[in-house]
């Protein structure tokens, strides 16, 4: 059974090994792992953006942000396994495996959040943050799904119509949840 850090160790890998295994032998333990760092490092980062922008709500910007990429994933998923032609297992674990890369970028991004105290120049750097985790969870899953003939453009043109395009209309229509 693969554990959290072999598969982000070696994602290709991890993934073509996992791709053909019967339903009881697929990685439980380390899917919830995965997922309670995807929760967990958008609600942490996600409250520290009050220490950026002080007139947000620390609570409410936690909710922002993980109901907002939340519902950008729940979008993406079943695009993902209609591409991959049914691969439901290798689907979830690419998925899980890049939100893992782009939380822990994130928690670097909280972590500064909380040790500089200076305003300045704090939108650009989240910004700045944001994107790279974006990148980088899109290029792990289209790596990663290419181990699986789903072509490189395909999940890079889903990642930007479904995952982004659902994240930016949630971020706007809940962005209530940031007043103090």
Request: charge should be positive.
């Amino acid at each position: 059974m693969q554990t959290l850090f072999q598969q982000l160790r070696q994602p290709k890998q991890s993934l073509a090994e996992q791709h053909n295994q019967p339903d009881q032998q697929w990685p439980y333990r380390a899917w919830l792992q995965h997922a309670g760092l995807a929760v967990g490092g958008s609600l942490i980062y996600g409250g520290s953006l009050q220490q950026a922008v002080p007139q947000w709500s620390r609570r409410g910007a936690a909710r922002w942000l993980t109901l907002s990429a939340g519902a950008g994933w729940l979008v993406l998923g079943p695009a993902l396994v209609f591409a991959s032609r049914g691969k439901i297992n290798s689907c979830i674990q690419a998925c899980l495996v890049s939100m893992s890369y782009g939380e822990t970028i994130l928690l670097i991004g909280a972590l500064l959040n909380y040790l500089l105290k200076t305003q300045a120049y704090a939108q650009q750097r989240n910004l700045l943050l944001v994107l790279i985790a974006n990148i980088s969870m899109a290029s792990t899953l289209a790596e990663q799904l290419s181990v699986i003939k789903v072509a490189r453009w395909q999940t890079w043109l889903l990642w930007m119509l479904l995952l982004n395009g659902t994240g930016a209309s949630c971020f706007y229509r809940l962005r209530h949840l940031l007043a103090k």
